[in-house]
């Protein structure tokens, strides 16, 4: 019997060596595998950082970096909603609806040349249920959607169309300052600041009179002078129908008056033309005086000499001047209810020799963004 212990003591270190080198092992291939993890997160792929809109304070408020570019974009545009009224303003009736959605996109970034600039400006009138104009009603123009503005500018350089010179008229609605003013046009302005001056090349396309004989596709040449000073400025701008050979110049002057401004403008015209072609001359005034922050009302009066003969519809002929006058008078008031939403209200009175009398107006809303 003692002659077995020996042999069960070698068996036991023999069972104990083999369990110490498991043990081990186990440890060793713990170890391996916590390395091999902790490799993987050392070398693991970092989240891409979010970007961000970034605010474009280069060229005014609202302009945004477009992502990854340094292009700054600004959207904008309104919602109007109108009532007009007039003898037969829609047919036979006195007033007529509308509502208006302008929606703009402006586009600028710096190069080695100065600014650079796209503009896109799209306009829908929505006059009826119809999409489509009406056969019967001319001032029924259905609900339409076009291009109301698109061109590009590199400097002084602008193309493309645009309003040109002559749509900057008084901020009341009683003058009667021009005829045309949106063409495609090739323009180049110079500007000092203080002072400003271009010459501009546009497309008369489409612009005819009664008795017309002119060609559709014809070619204007505008200029432009302006100063501003203290609390005035001053505007001088020509206009001159190649095909027509007429032209027209006009004077615009707005100065600070007590609590509102005093403005002017003075118009002639050689003849019949597609910038101006109401009168042979015309004068005329207005006072905005600024009730409030949100208030103010504008007074108007013109005077129209030698105006443009006219037939029973009282579309223009091209024959020449009258020798009646005209003259014309009313009052505006906008009113900004909050900020963004605004009201203007209009009435006008238009008295012609030979001529009946005529009250036209306007009441609108407006939405702007």
């Not at 002084?156 to 005829?179: A, N």
């Not at 105006?307 to 020449?320: P, S």
Request: proline share 2%; with cysteine.
């Amino acid at each position: 019997m003692f002659a077995i212990w020996p042999l069960l003591l070698l068996i036991r270190l023999e069972i104990d060596m083999h369990i110490k080198s498991f043990l081990f092992g186990a440890a060793a291939a713990l170890a391996t595998v916590s390395s091999a993890h902790a490799a993987d997160a050392i070398v693991a792929a970092e989240p891409e950082p979010l970007e961000y809109v970034r605010v474009c304070d280069a060229f005014g408020a609202g302009f945004f970096y477009i992502p990854g570019t340094e292009t700054c974009l600004k959207f904008g545009g309104y919602i109007r909603f109108e009532t007009d009224f007039g003898r037969n303003e829609s047919g036979t009736s006195d007033w007529d609806s509308f509502t208006r959605a302008q929606f703009e996109m402006d586009v600028r970034s710096d190069t080695e040349l100065g600014a650079l600039r796209g503009f896109i400006g799209f306009r829908g009138n929505a006059d009826s249920g119809s999409a489509a104009a009406s056969a019967t009603n001319t001032a029924d123009t259905g609900s339409a959607l076009f291009v109301d503005q698109a061109f590009i500018e590199l400097g002084g350089l602008k193309v493309g169309k645009f309003y040109s010179w002559w749509d900057d008229d008084l901020s009341g609605e009683t003058d009667l300052l021009s005829s045309n003013t949106l063409f495609n046009s090739i323009r180049y302005s110079y500007d000092a600041g203080a002072f400003t001056a271009g010459i501009s090349v546009d497309e008369l396309e489409g612009i005819t009179f009664v008795g017309d004989t002119n060609s559709d596709n014809n070619v204007g040449i505008a200029g432009s002078l302006a100063g501003k000073f203290g609390g005035g400025s001053l505007s001088l701008i020509g206009g001159y129908d190649t095909d027509r050979e007429d032209g027209a110049v006009r004077l615009i002057g707005a100065f600070d008056v007590g609590p509102g401004a005093f403005s002017f403008a003075g118009v002639y015209a050689s003849g019949v033309n597609a910038y101006y072609a109401l009168s042979e001359w015309a004068v005329v005034a207005e006072y905005a005086y600024k009730v409030t922050d949100k208030l103010t009302i504008t007074p108007g009066v013109q005077w129209l000499g030698n105006v443009a003969t006219k037939n029973a519809t009282f579309d223009i002929v091209d024959t020449g001047w009258s020798n009646n006058d005209a003259w014309t008078a009313g009052l505006t008031v906008d009113y900004k209810v909050v900020e963004g939403f605004t009201t203007k209200v209009t009435a006008n009175y238009y008295d012609e020799e030979n001529r009946p009398e005529f009250w036209t107006g306007f009441v609108r809303l407006q939405r702007d963004f």
